[in-house]
């Protein structure tokens, strides 16, 4: 609403008014909001803005999952609205992942007057700093004010730039405001509005000067090329990822292999894994090969270009370990990216600046690749091979495999969500690299199964063909989000590989020691994901078969509008025996020198 327009019903109408359509001209599109009394101001003139999407969610810690997944997908702000008190707490969980995974988030918590503070008013909590250092930058705003708009409509223009530069990530706005709450129609102000925008002579050129905050690319930057040239045996480690524009990232990784002659040992959760075509030298098999003491001294580098964090492989963490290379990690935001403490170079800049150099900068390529790069590929090979073998004879329902089928079986760029814990590392042991351009999703910021749901759901919006694999326990974790389900447009099918409790921990030592291993570690659950399912109104079925699943998997099963809910059962004892005594020992006897 331009302050020339409809006259707005009080002085609450008219701040909320202001502050959204200064965030519409900046680009915000998409608002989450969660019901309550004291918002009640901005969930009004959220609804009735004519560009805003708005989205109502009941409950608080899905609907800022919900909307981390949409920012994720848009690489744009997207606003969360709650009331006063514990409501904003539910949304800490998704903030902490949204600052350390770079995020927009806009959090607008409403709160009471500072006369209703700390006397039992009810409702009421200390809302200052309460991300503490996971809020790139928190503001409350002043008490609304007629003669105070121009400093609304600057602070809320400079909060929208933090959000998004020079580090993307989430910004509290706590908005005080007195009764009324309801859009009840003042009199008194509503003359007084009119004869000061009269006085004023403000119109639209109240917002004239605002603009979208312009992408910023990464700038040209200095690589030591020739200290990179100076290693016969280096690779380029590329972790999780979500650039803006996946096939320019897979470009300039291409470029930096191929000026080195380098292989690119790519983690599933980055799209180098999924642009094969793109990328000719990329290994998907890692894991399995480093496990194998052989093959790890082999391929032992002197040299490393890390793109970001470290994929989630323990084998490769190890074998960096041991061996020590000069490492060079490249990412634009500054983070220290090196749990391992080893000898690492920062450099703070995206990869993508690579497609802005000059050829000439790219002098003394190796000419043909390297007997170094061929024994990668040569071992990636041996690994797909024998995985090919190793799946072609399993029958039963066993979690690996169903990782390697969705990668056999998804259409080209399905987004595709990965949960946290068995699923991701089942995905980045087996999957393929392939031409597919998949793109991945995840929340591996803070690694959690917080959200799981909701996220998916977010990322899902407004999309088609979307699909999750997750745990049963990361879906229970977050249940809540089928409440979303009313509110989503778009199709999403969740690939529920369901062993009756945590099977990461069947994979870890504390599995030795039963009791109390099954009751406090594996926290066996029983629930029935058909009753769940219906209770939700979701579409549920049970897969029994491998060609079950494939049939769901058909491109047709994946455009149906909606949620459904694929369930796998699995045998956890089983799987966890399976993965160390078949899978990933899978190499032991297959090095030849």
């Not at 959204?20 to 609804?47: H, I, N, Y």
């Not at 007629?146 to 602070?155: A, E, I, M």
């Not at 890692?286 to 323990?314: C, F, H, M, N």
Request: proline content about 9%; aromatic content about 10%.
């Amino acid at each position: 609403m331009a302050l020339a327009g409809p006259v707005p019903s009080n002085l609450n109408s008219l701040w909320s008014s202001i502050l959204f359509e200064t965030l519409f001209r900046l680009g915000l599109r998409q608002v989450v909001v969660c019901p309550g009394s004291r918002s009640g101001p901005l969930a009004v003139a959220v609804a009735e803005h004519p560009h805003l999407e708005a989205i109502p969610i009941l409950d608080e810690r899905s609907a800022a999952f919900f909307a981390l997944g949409l920012a994720r997908q848009s690489h744009t702000p997207v606003a969360l609205i709650c009331t006063s008190g514990t409501a904003a707490a539910n949304f800490y969980p998704a903030v902490i992942e949204a600052s350390v995974s770079h995020v927009p988030l806009l959090i607008l918590t409403g709160d009471r007057p500072p006369e209703l503070r700390f006397c039992h008013a009810g409702q009421a909590i200390d809302q200052t700093q309460l991300y503490g250092g996971y809020s790139r930058c928190f503001r409350e705003l002043a008490l609304p004010e007629l003669n105070q708009c121009g400093y609304l409509r600057q602070t809320i223009q400079q909060l929208w730039h933090r959000c998004l530069s020079p580090d993307p990530g989430p910004v509290q706005i706590n908005i005080p405001l007195r009764d009324p709450l309801a859009p009840l129609p003042d009199p008194e102000f509503q003359a007084t509005f009119q004869e000061w925008v009269a006085a004023k002579s403000w119109g639209e050129t109240f917002y004239q000067h605002l603009a979208p905050h312009p992408r910023v690319s990464p700038s040209s930057f200095l690589f030591p090329w020739r200290d990179w040239q100076a290693h016969g045996r280096g690779v380029i480690i590329a972790g999780p990822a979500q650039p803006p524009v996946p096939l320019d990232y897979c470009r300039a990784i291409a470029q930096l292999s191929a000026a080195l002659g380098w292989p690119v040992l790519a983690d599933v959760l980055s799209p180098c894994r999924h642009h094969q075509d793109v990328i000719p030298t990329v290994i998907s098999g890692y894991d399995l090969l480093l496990r194998d003491s052989s093959w790890a001294d082999r391929l032992a580098p002197t040299a490393v270009i890390q793109l970001g964090e470290l994929p989630t492989s323990k084998p490769l963490r190890a074998w960096l370990s041991e061996f020590q290379p000069q490492r060079w990690i490249i990412d634009p935001y500054g983070d220290n990216y090196d749990p391992l403490h080893g000898p690492s170079i920062p450099l703070q800049t995206g990869v993508e600046a690579l497609l802005r150099l000059d050829s000439v900068t790219l002098e003394d390529q190796p000419a043909g690749w390297s007997d170094y790069l061929e024994d990668w590929l040569r071992g990636d090979r041996q690994v797909q091979e024998q995985l090919d073998h190793l799946f072609a004879e399993t029958d039963w329902l066993w979690e690996p495999k169903i990782a390697w089928t969705l990668a056999k079986m998804l259409p080209p760029q399905t987004p595709l969500f990965i949960a946290s814990s068995m699923p991701v590392r089942d995905a980045e042991t087996v999957w393929p690299a392939n031409d597919h351009h998949i793109q991945p999703w995840f929340n591996r910021g803070a690694n959690g199964i917080d959200g799981t749901l909701s996220t998916a759901l977010g990322i899902a919006h407004r999309h088609t063909a979307a699909v999750l694999l997750t745990g049963d326990l990361a879906c229970l974790h977050d249940t809540n989000g089928f409440l979303i389900a009313p509110q989503f447009q778009g199709s999403l099918t969740i690939v529920l590989v369901n062993n009756h409790g945590g099977g990461i921990f069947g994979m870890l030592p504390i599995a030795q020691f039963d009791p109390p291993f099954e009751t406090y570690f594996a926290t066996p659950q029983s629930v029935s994901f058909a009753t769940l399912a219906a209770a939700y109104g979701i579409h549920y079925q049970s897969l029994h078969t491998w060609p079950d699943l494939e049939k769901a998997l058909e491109i047709h099963e994946l455009n149906r509008p909606g949620i459904r809910l694929l369930e796998l059962t699995c045998d956890r004892q089983r799987d966890a025996h399976n993965r160390k005594t078949r899978l990933y020992p899978l190499l032991s006897n297959s090095f030849h020198s």
